[in-house]
T-cell receptor, first 115, second 111 residues
């Protein structure tokens, strides 16, 4: 398996622009997570899905952030409009909640810079 | 008080040293405990996974969980420069409703 695939690897944009991050989870995994990582705050959970349904979005910082999972093999995280404080590394992770499946598999992340 | 505390480091050790990394937590509902390793510019990767209290060994790595003290440890024996990374502890409760990461400890193993 190729693992969790994220795109793009790097994104540089100007304040006010729309940013879309993409994720393909591991096939067969029924949970998908979006995390944000910064030096100051570490890894923060933004939102997670189970069987394509958003379960907990309490970590989404504000209405500028939205996430979708139209099918089991694809998810997007959108920021509109983007702000410099959104600059961070955004990770997607997936897992399978089989017994003992409480293990997250992470993608390589998207480094976002908002100028 | 944060839910999971971890010394951020950086921690520098010579090659071959025994490394001890630790986390403390406050939520007694946590049942599954993990250590993730994160190399620079990469996503975290699962290193060790334990359920409840006890020890687990995998090669040079040993994970310990002491639920009575709410304290978990990761030991690395015969540390190598390739072990240089950030190590994050993580834990989840029995219902899978609360998955929490520690802030991470940055480790450098010097040749």
């Amino acid at each position: 398996d190729a693992g969790v695939i994220q795109s793009p690897r790097h994104e540089v944009t100007e304040m006010g622009q729309e940013v879309t991050l993409r994720c393909k989870p591991i096939s067969g995994h029924d949970y998908l997570f979006w995390y944000r990582q910064t030096m100051m705050r570490g890894l923060e959970l933004l939102i997670y899905f189970n069987n394509n349904v958003p379960i907990d979005d309490s970590g989404m910082p504000e209405d500028r952030f939205s996430a979708k999972m139209p099918n089991a093999s694809f998810s997007t995280l959108k920021i509109q409009p983007s702000e410099p404080r959104d600059s961070a590394v955004y990770f997607c992770a997936s897992s399978s909640r089989q017994p003992g499946g409480e293990k997250l598999f992470f993608g390589s992340g998207t480094q976002l810079s908002v100028l | 008080q944060k839910e999971v505390e971890q010394d951020p480091g950086p921690l520098s050790v010579p090659e071959g040293a025994i490394v001890s990394l630790n986390c403390t937590y406050s939520n007694s509902a946590f049942q599954y405990f993990m250590w993730y390793r994160q190399y620079s510019r990469k996503g975290p990767e699962l290193l060790m996974y334990t359920y409840s209290s006890g020890n687990k060994e995998d090669g040079r790595f040993t994970a310990q969980v002491d639920k009575s003290s709410k304290y978990i440890s990761l030991f690395i024996r015969d540390s190598q420069p390739s072990d240089s990374a950030t190590y994050l502890c993580a834990m989840i409760d029995n219902y899978g409703q609360n998955f929490v990461f520690g802030p991470g400890t940055r480790l450098s193993v010097l040749p």
